[in-house]
């Protein structure tokens, strides 16, 4: 049972910042990476940003300097701090983590969380 909670979409003015929550939990080992991926009506979903072990992060160029990827390894958690959103933000949110397919295993799967709807509008 693998399971990644998402939480802290909303509603908010542009100018304004949301943080993003996605705990994963369940038999869910060696963790290469997490990220946030987004979607917006009649768009494809794309990343948004991603990061690795050791603190590697990458972002999309649309938001570079506005959102900040972090995570907490001891809680599998995986956050995004979004500031200066601006409507073209609006979007629904998804986690994504991936990890080994079992233990040791060299086969890696991608997992998602439920998404979360965040929305940019005066």
């Known amino acids: 049972q693998v399971q990644l909670v998402e939480s802290g979409g909303g509603l908010v003015q542009p100018g304004g910042s949301l943080r993003l929550s996605c705990a994963a939990s369940?038999?869910?080992?060696?963790?290469?990476?997490m990220g946030w991926y987004r979607q917006a009506p009649g768009k494809p979903r794309d990343v948004v940003a991603a990061i690795a072990r050791g603190g590697i992060t990458n972002y999309t160029d649309s938001v570079k300097g506005r959102f900040t990827i972090s995570r907490d390894d001891a809680k599998n958690t995986v956050f995004l701090q979004m500031n200066s959103l601006k409507p073209e933000d609006t979007a629904v949110y998804y986690c994504?983590?991936?990890?080994?397919?079992?233990?040791?295993?060299?086969?890696?799967?991608?997992?998602w969380g439920q998404g979360t709807q965040v929305t940019v509008s005066s």
């Open positions: 369940g038999s869910i080992f060696g963790i290469s990476s």
């Open positions: 994504n983590v991936r990890a080994r397919a079992y233990l040791r295993s060299r086969d890696y799967l991608d997992y």
